[in-house]
């Protein structure tokens, strides 16, 4: 199949350098074949306020499909030691797929089920992100990440694993954070570090909103 698609005379669109890299270096496409051109969304749909922190609960949120590599699995034990440093959080999942009942059972299991919605597929997702706290992202293997964008669009600073795709999204320290080390430990400080400091979050929504 890829020898005689190498013969085709036909262009690709690469959604960020990582499948860039994997056409031409893995699947043997030349140069001229494949164009990076990065995702888009509706930014005026998804955009929100600058968002400044208050005494109310913490909305962690996190939106996709609930596959294998998606790992919310991460989340569910970011969510238990939350609650062992007694954070006042629910954490929202929207999204649906054949993982969704391993989840909901695992987040039982660890008892922070009564933290945690599952949503399923929403009509309005932006509205669920404007009224959340921070974007909170597990996946093992994301080609770009387009909710991490409609996210910091709608203000959120975001809180991402190591995508692979998803690296040229993330400005650490300005519209969010990369978590390179999969540790549920590591992730949370980061969350906690963020909260920490009303300034430092207001900083990062408004830089989020304009990215």
Not at 26 to 47: A, P
Not at 66 to 88: M, S
Request: aromatic share 10%.
């Amino acid at each position: 199949y890829l020898k005689n698609f190498q013969k085709l005379d036909v262009k690709l669109i690469s959604i960020s350098k990582d499948c860039h890299q994997y056409a031409i270096k893995e699947l043997g496409l030349s140069s001229k074949q494949v164009h990076y051109i990065v995702n888009c969304i509706n930014y005026k749909l998804f955009k929100g306020s600058v968002k400044t922190l208050n005494n109310s609960k913490i909305k962690l949120i996190n939106v996709g499909r609930f596959v294998p590599k998606k790992a919310q699995e991460f989340l569910i034990d970011i969510a238990v030691i939350l609650k062992q440093k007694n954070i006042d959080f629910n954490l929202t999942f929207l999204g649906d797929g054949a993982e969704k009942s391993k989840v909901k059972s695992y987040a039982k299991l660890k008892g922070v089920d009564r933290l945690i919605y599952f949503k399923g597929v929403v009509t309005k997702p932006e509205n669920y992100l404007k009224e959340s706290t921070l974007y909170v992202h597990s996946a093992k293997i994301e080609p770009l990440g387009l909710v991490l964008i409609e996210a910091m669009a709608a203000g959120l600073p975001v809180i991402t694993t190591d995508g692979l795709g998803n690296r040229d999204i993330i400005e650490d320290g300005r519209n969010g954070y990369m978590i390179w080390k999969r540790d549920p430990q590591v992730f949370t400080d980061k969350i906690v570090e963020i909260l920490s400091s009303a300034e430092q979050y207001k900083a990062i929504s408004e830089y989020a909103v304009k990215y």
